[in-house]
């Protein structure tokens, strides 16, 4: 006998693109299920207690910042539901930290990219399977401890869109081959560039307009790598894709690349790339992580690239019509009152380029190699001196409210050893 499954979503603005991509590949792979978009902790309940499903499958997903406040909806999800429904958390925190994800109440964890792993959930519940057949969980033992199942399998991005039906940017690239030690995208999604064709980008372009929708955006960690499985852009590629989502778009229609949600590495900005950009994009912006202004810092956080190639990318980007919006953080491990004073020198004739400077808080996010490094001490002459950039407009991000982040991680990460984290079933 075959169960019904109710798929109940915690449908969170913050991640919507993760969400529609494990929504899409249960479409692709046609697999029967009840979906309910549950905007708030209430709905999200009243969902769960509607469902006249044998089975409820309730997914979260959530950034690590976001991790405590999700674990308080998650307490008032379960009170409001009577405790129905099987809770699984996803994403890059649930990937890194599957152990405190249980502990905080989740029945699960998803590890890893949520594609095979929703599909082989839903149809494992429906057949009635050991969730230990499920590839990418962590399944809570009969002492608590969270237990990982077989990996999920990295998959090439065409195997499954980006959404169907919905609207959102397109995934073009997966994994990263640069190793910036406090990122956590070649943790979740591997160490090596996973392109989209240009066939399947031109079909969700297809999709989208024929939904009335005529901007077109692109998720990639590094835009200008499209196409490239090393450091050099191939702009052959890009060209190629520019051209083809061009030809699919009625004349209205736009292209935004290398801005949000995306960015590009500053020794991507070449003159020729711009020029290939301005024949195709229509972004007036374009966002350029730059990251420190000291070379000790690049250095040791594994950037791969020194302050060099930031103030040239800065000048050719503006030469060309662009706009940049550059990204600093501070705080970084090992960082000093020099490092510092080296940023906002730095940040402040990058402004006078005509650069705008998007300033963050080092974090030490799960999963990267620099969760259990201590974050620099950032003076109130730093503050000062950010808080100056962005009373002249030349400065803007949530720098204050990430250093609350970083403090509260730090403290986590101290109560999760690294070494307690593994442990095998299945
Ligand atoms: S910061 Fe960007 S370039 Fe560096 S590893 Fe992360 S995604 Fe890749």
């Given at each position: 006998?075959v169960?019904?499954?109710s798929?109940?979503v915690?449908?969170?603005?913050a991640?919507?693109?993760?969400?529609h991509?494990?929504?899409a590949a249960?479409?692709?792979?046609?697999?029967?299920?009840?979906?309910r978009?549950?905007?708030?902790?209430?709905?999200?309940?009243?969902?769960?207690?509607?469902?006249?499903a044998?089975?409820?499958?309730?997914?979260w997903s959530?950034y690590?910042?976001?991790?405590?406040?999700?674990?308080?909806e998650?307490?008032t999800?379960?009170?409001?539901?009577?405790?129905?429904?099987?809770?699984?958390?996803?994403?890059?925190h649930?990937?890194?930290e599957?152990?405190?994800?249980?502990?905080?109440?989740?029945?699960?964890?998803?590890?890893?990219?949520?594609?095979?792993?929703?599909?082989?959930?839903?149809?494992?519940?429906q057949?009635?399977?050991?969730?230990?057949?499920?590839?990418?969980l962590?399944?809570?033992?009969?002492?608590?401890?969270?237990l990982?199942?077989r990996?999920?399998?990295q998959?090439?991005?065409d195997?499954?869109?980006?959404?169907l039906?919905?609207?959102?940017?397109?995934e073009?690239?997966?994994?990263?081959?640069?190793?910036?030690?406090?990122?956590?995208?070649?943790?979740?999604f591997?160490?090596?560039f996973?392109?989209?064709?240009?066939?399947?980008?031109?079909?969700?372009?297809?999709?989208?307009v024929?939904?009335?929708?005529?901007?077109?955006?692109?998720?990639?960690?590094?835009?200008?790598?499209y196409?490239?499985?090393?450091?050099?852009?191939?702009?052959?590629?890009?060209?190629?894709?520019?051209?083809g989502v061009?030809?699919e778009l009625?004349?209205?229609?736009?292209?935004?690349?290398?801005?949000f949600p995306?960015?590009?590495?500053?020794?991507h900005?070449?003159?020729?790339a711009?020029?290939?950009?301005?024949?195709?994009?229509?972004?007036d912006n374009?966002?350029?992580?730059?990251?420190?202004?000291?070379?000790?810092?690049?250095?040791?956080s594994?950037?791969g690239?020194?302050?060099?190639?930031v103030?040239?990318?800065?000048?050719i980007?503006?030469?060309?019509?662009?706009?940049?919006?550059?990204?600093?953080?501070?705080?970084?491990?090992?960082?000093?009152?020099?490092d510092?004073?080296?940023?906002?020198?730095?940040?402040?004739?990058?402004?006078?380029?005509g650069?705008?400077?998007h300033?963050?808080?080092f974090?030490?996010?799960?999963?990267?190699?620099w969760r259990?490094?201590?974050p620099?001490?950032?003076?109130?002459t730093t503050?000062?001196?950010l808080?100056?950039l962005?009373q002249?407009?030349?400065?803007?991000?949530?720098?204050?409210?990430?250093?609350?982040?970083?403090?509260r991680?730090?403290?986590?990460?101290?109560a999760?050893?690294?070494?307690?984290?593994?442990?095998r079933?299945?």
């Amino acid at each position: 006998m075959v169960a019904d499954v109710s798929v109940v979503v915690r449908y969170r603005k913050a991640v919507t693109y993760g969400v529609h991509a494990l929504l899409a590949a249960l479409e692709t792979a046609k697999v029967e299920h009840d979906l309910r978009l549950g905007t708030t902790p209430e709905e999200t309940a009243e969902h769960i207690n509607a469902s006249e499903a044998d089975r409820v499958l309730v997914l979260w997903s959530f950034y690590s910042p976001d991790a405590e406040a999700m674990a308080a909806e998650l307490a008032t999800v379960k009170a409001l539901s009577g405790g129905r429904g099987l809770h699984i958390a996803g994403g890059v925190h649930a990937t890194a930290e599957p152990q405190q994800v249980i502990d905080a109440g989740w029945d699960l964890a998803g590890i890893g990219e949520g594609e095979s792993t929703i599909i082989a959930l839903v149809r494992a519940l429906q057949e009635d399977q050991p969730l230990t057949t499920v590839p990418g969980l962590a399944i809570k033992d009969a002492d608590g401890v969270a237990l990982r199942t077989r990996p999920a399998p990295q998959l090439p991005l065409d195997t499954f869109p980006s959404f169907l039906g919905r609207k959102g940017p397109i995934e073009i690239t997966r994994g990263c081959r640069y190793t910036c030690r406090f990122c956590q995208t070649p943790f979740m999604f591997g160490g090596q560039f996973r392109h989209r064709s240009v066939a399947s980008v031109r079909e969700h372009v297809r999709g989208m307009v024929d939904r009335g929708l005529r901007d077109i955006r692109f998720i990639t960690p590094t835009s200008l790598s499209y196409g490239s499985p090393g450091p050099d852009p191939d702009l052959g590629a890009v060209e190629e894709l520019l051209a083809g989502v061009k030809e699919e778009l009625p004349p209205h229609g736009r292209v935004f690349f290398g801005s949000f949600p995306s960015e590009v590495r500053p020794e991507h900005v070449t003159p020729e790339a711009m020029r290939l950009l301005k024949r195709y994009v229509a972004n007036d912006n374009l966002i350029i992580g730059a990251q420190s202004g000291s070379d000790k810092v690049l250095a040791a956080s594994g950037r791969g690239h020194d302050t060099s190639p930031v103030r040239d990318a800065v000048r050719i980007a503006v030469e060309h019509g662009f706009r940049p919006n550059v990204d600093f953080i501070f705080g970084m491990p090992g960082e000093d009152e020099a490092d510092q004073a080296a940023s906002i020198r730095l940040a402040a004739d990058l402004a006078d380029l005509g650069a705008r400077i998007h300033t963050h808080t080092f974090m030490p996010l799960p999963g990267t190699p620099w969760r259990d490094a201590e974050p620099a001490f950032i003076p109130l002459t730093t503050m000062r001196e950010l808080d100056r950039l962005a009373q002249r407009g030349d400065a803007y991000g949530h720098w204050r409210k990430q250093a609350e982040h970083s403090a509260r991680l730090a403290e986590t990460a101290k109560a999760y050893p690294r070494r307690a984290r593994r442990r095998r079933t299945g």
